[in-house]
């Protein structure tokens, strides 16, 4: 079946730098691919949408220059927290669209 | 805005008891999904339901989908503890085939 490579699994960064977070579609090619952020105990919420070759699609209230995404090829979406700090402390976690929606196993990002 | 009501939001019960979990919206969605997740973990499909009455098995756990495709249902018969997860519905939006989730059950069964 479909499989969405999601790294890194975790990362602790320090308050004011940049993190990335890398997004593969393994077996298939993905022209669109979401990105989502879940707090503890809670459900996803839909960051943004990221498509290839054009400029990704963001959620109401998402800051679309703190939250770069970059979809630059039909395997391969980026989504970059610039400046975190601790309250963009959370787990990220992308979806790519085949038949259906396939699922990467999530970023836990630890802001200090 | 399309919206799913997920309900409820946490559930805590003993091994062998059974529980429903309902997912409610005023839209309709051509299809709905069902979704497990573990801590630290992506979720993990369960079942997809796409016609309006459809009534879906796997093992223990029954998905049913109303017949105006605006709900749906997971019933868990005799839980164990190796159910415990958080369960999450999610239908597609109608615009840009965006993936909309619940609010998620957080269930824990204990031994």
């Known amino acids: 079946g479909a499989v969405v490579s999601q790294h890194p699994s975790w990362v602790i960064c320090k308050s004011g730098t940049s993190v990335k977070i890398e997004c593969r579609s393994l077996?298939?090619?993905?022209?669109?691919m979401f990105w989502y952020r879940q707090f503890p105990k809670q459900s996803l919420m839909l960051m943004a949408t990221?498509?290839?070759?054009?400029?990704?699609?963001?959620e109401q209230g998402v800051e679309k220059d703190k939250f770069l995404i970059n979809h630059a090829s039909l395997t391969l979406s980026t989504l970059t927290v610039t400046s975190a700090h601790p309250e963009d402390s959370s787990f990220y976690i992308c979806?790519?669209?085949?038949?259906?929606?396939?699922f990467g196993s999530g970023t836990r990002l630890t802001v200090v | 805005t399309q919206l799913l009501e997920q309900s409820p939001q946490f559930l805590s019960i003993q091994e062998g008891e059974n529980l429903t979990v309902y997912c409610n919206s005023s839209?309709?969605?051509?299809?709905l999904q069902w979704y497990r997740q573990e801590p630290g973990e992506g979720p993990v499909l369960l079942v997809t339901?796409?016609?309006?009455?459809e009534v879906k098995k796997l093992k223990r756990l029954t998905f049913q989908f109303g017949d105006a495709r605006k709900d749906s249902s997971l019933h868990i018969t005799a839980a164990q503890p190796g159910d415990t997860g958080l369960y999450l519905c999610?239908?597609?939006?109608?615009?840009?085939?965006?993936?909309?989730f619940g609010q998620g059950t957080e269930l824990s069964v204990k031994p």
């Open positions: 979806s790519a669209r085949d038949w259906g929606y396939t």
């Open positions: 077996d298939f090619q993905a022209t669109t």
């Open positions: 990221s498509n290839e070759g054009s400029k990704a699609t963001y």
């Open positions: 839209s309709v969605f051509s299809s």
């Open positions: 339901v796409v016609t309006g009455g």
């Open positions: 999610a239908g597609v939006g109608s615009q840009g085939g965006k993936l909309i």
